[in-house]
């Protein structure tokens, strides 16, 4: 309870400033929010679209103590090339963080064009050894995260008529791996709840995407985190040494974290309403495509089906009434 009103109370404020104004660096330069960027993806994808013009705001958790070094080194960097690239403080798990957060872009920027839910984390272990704490951080990471980061985005978007959200889910969003059940699961759900708010936004002028990597040799690898009931293992047999075979697999990866970079600038480039709905980068990319082009088959039916084809498409400003 408490929890909620913490963000319905940065939402309020967030929502005044927005009706009444305050300065603005941004008139002309699309603004962007990333979560996650004291790494991998994220960093690269901050560093990308900043040198392409974006106004950005690179999130992270603990800027001034854990994550100080990588913060200060994009603060640098945003210095060193003129980019318009701040550095904010935000843990994807707490109400009241995102809501500081999206007050501070809202306050300096009076917009949020893009929102790009990076942040994440994997439990890389058999689904038996993983308590049900674990399970519940693991999705409040990668899955309530998204919830609460949606939330405090749309009232935004909405006002503004147009704004992208944006996923990065994973191949593991679509299959099941043994070793990342939970990992899998959290993604599952993410991308379930991300295509629904396509349907559901889309007569508003705002895009859901998700974007989908293969395996990238990232830091992930080195923050995954293991079952914490250990004598689960017991019984498994070959199957208990799973996990580290698949880690192995993201770890010899060689293909280059920039190219998920690039496909966000891409779909960010990509007019509104001519964007996919998802997007496959990496290794096993044809088998995923698979799944998704049949999937887009069936959901267009399901739509049909329940008589709301029109109401989940995508409008313009000048298709709006
Ligand atoms: N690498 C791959 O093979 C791969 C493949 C498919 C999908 N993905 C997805 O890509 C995204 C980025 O991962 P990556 O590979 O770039 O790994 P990474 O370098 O570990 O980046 C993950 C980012 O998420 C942040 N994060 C974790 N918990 C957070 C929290 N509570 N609040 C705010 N930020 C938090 C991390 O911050 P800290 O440094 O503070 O922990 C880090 O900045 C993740 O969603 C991941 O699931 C990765």
Known sequence: MFRLSVQSFFLSHTLSLLAF???STSALTQVVLITGTSSGFGRLIAE????????VFASMRDVDTRNAVRARELEQLAKRESLILEVIELDVTQDASVGQAVTEVLAKSRRIDVLINNAGYGIMDLCETVTVAQAQRQFDVNFFSVVRMNRAALPIMKRQGSGLLLYVS?????????????????KFAMEALAETYRYEVASQGIDSVILEPGPYATPIADKLAKGED???????????????????GIRSSRANPQEIADKVLQIIETPAGQRQLRYRVGRGGPGVERINALADEVQAQ?????????????KLPNERE
């Open 302 to 314: 399901l739509l049909e089906a329940y008589g709301i084809a029109a109401a989940a498409k995508f």
């Open 48 to 55: 990308t679209l900043a040198r392409k013009k974006f106004h």
């Open 170 to 186: 994973s191949g593991a969003g679509r299959l099941a791996i043994p070793g990342m059940g939970f990992y899998c699961a959290s």
């Open 230 to 248: 250990q004598q689960r293992r017991a019984g498994y047999g070959e199957m208990a040494h799973v996990p580290w075979k698949v880690l192995e």
């Open 21 to 23: 104004g305050s300065r």
